[in-house]
Each structure stands twice: as C-alpha cells, then as structure tokens.
C-alpha cells in the first residue's frame, strides 16, 4: 500500500495488530543507560548534538533531558527512506547550520542497520572540521550483518522486522507510538 492507500482504520489495524517488542518504560530505560554513557564520555567536550531528521526527532528530545552538562543542538536531516520500506539513494535535505569545525560531535538517530546513512552523515560532519563524531542510536538492527560504521552508544538491539514507535515510522505513519513495535508479519 503507498502512503495515501492508508486509512485511518487501516493504520489502526497495523498497529494493533503489531508485536510489542520493547515496552515505554525498556524504553525509558534504555535511554537512561544511554545518557549515562554517553555523558561518561562527553560531559566536559560541550558537544554539539545532531538529531537526525526525521526518525531521531524522539530519541534526540528524550535524550536531552537526560543529559546534564553543557551542549549544543543542531540537526541533519539526509534520507535513503522518504517513506519507503527499503532505502535506496541518499537524498540531502539539510545539513547543521552550526559550525562543526573544532567540535565534539554527537549524531543521534532512531535505528542503525546497515550504517550506510550513518557513514555518510559522519564523513560529512569530518568534512565539515569536526574534532570527534559520535554517534549514538535507539535501536540496533544490524547485529547479524556487516555494517560499514560502528555505533558508539546503542540502547537495544532488535531483529530483522520492520520497526515503529519511539520515532521510526511505518510508511510515514506511527512515529508517536510508545515503545517499539513489530508490524506483523504475513502468514
């Protein structure tokens, strides 16, 4: 079904038809270690944060508020996906209007698969002058494929499914589900 084929009903049907695999609060948790981690590591480089449009949109304002020491916010915004099940071609649609030269980076996106949006988000920020990019992701797909990058701060891993919730999105749609969810899969 493309985008515009989805009812209201039909979005219903999906959602409640799909597998809970993480509920709110493993989420909240998962954040939580996440953000310990992380400022670990980063609390005294005044990082900028880059939240990846549009999937990290959720994942980058819940970690803010778990992260207590100085930072900067700014966003990236490259797709493979634009809605789309499967990612093809990178698409840029904006890149951070801060400088990044000389800084502490941080990217923070929804899921990490295959890593390929992910390279190029961190060869573009280097390129850019950045000091140190990390990157850090809510769920990680990839554990039984090769991936070009690794991720440096990961909250859960999660079979080969397609994924909403939490800021993923099923064909545009269920990013505002608490928790992550499993489209069911066809018998």
């Known amino acids: 079904m493309a985008e515009a084929e989805l009812s ?3 979005l219903l049907a999906i959602q409640a038809s799909s597998d809970c695999l ?4 493993e989420v909240n948790a998962a954040l939580d270690r996440m953000a310990s981690d992380i400022s670990t590591a980063l609390s005294g480089s005044k990082p900028l944060v880059l939240c990846t449009m549009i999937g990290g949109i959720v994942v980058t304002g819940k970690l803010l508020e778990r992260l207590d020491f100085p930072l900067s916010v700014d ?10 099940l499967q990612g ?3 698409d840029w649609i904006a890149r951070p209007t801060e400088s990044l030269q000389d800084r502490v980076v941080l990217i923070v996106d929804d899921i990490f698969d ?3 949006t992910l390279e190029a988000l961190i060869k573009d920020c280097i ?16 554990r039984k494929k090769k991936s070009v990058v690794d991720v440096d701060f990961v909250g859960m891993a999660v079979d080969n499914r397609y994924v909403f919730g939490s ?3 099923y064909k545009g749609y269920l990013r505002n589900a608490s928790g ?3 489209v069911a899969e066809e018998k």
Do not use: C, P, Q, W
């Open 8 to 10: 209201h009903d039909d």
């Open 22 to 25: 993480y509920t709110e609060n």
């Open 75 to 84: 966003y990236i915004h490259a797709t493979r996906y634009r809605g789309a």
């Open 88 to 90: 093809a071609e990178l």
């Open 114 to 116: 295959e890593g390929l």
């Open 127 to 142: 390129s850019a002058g950045a000091k140190k990019v990390f990157s850090a992701v809510l769920l990680d797909k990839s």
């Open 167 to 169: 800021g993923m999105d």
């Open 180 to 182: 992550i969810f499993a």
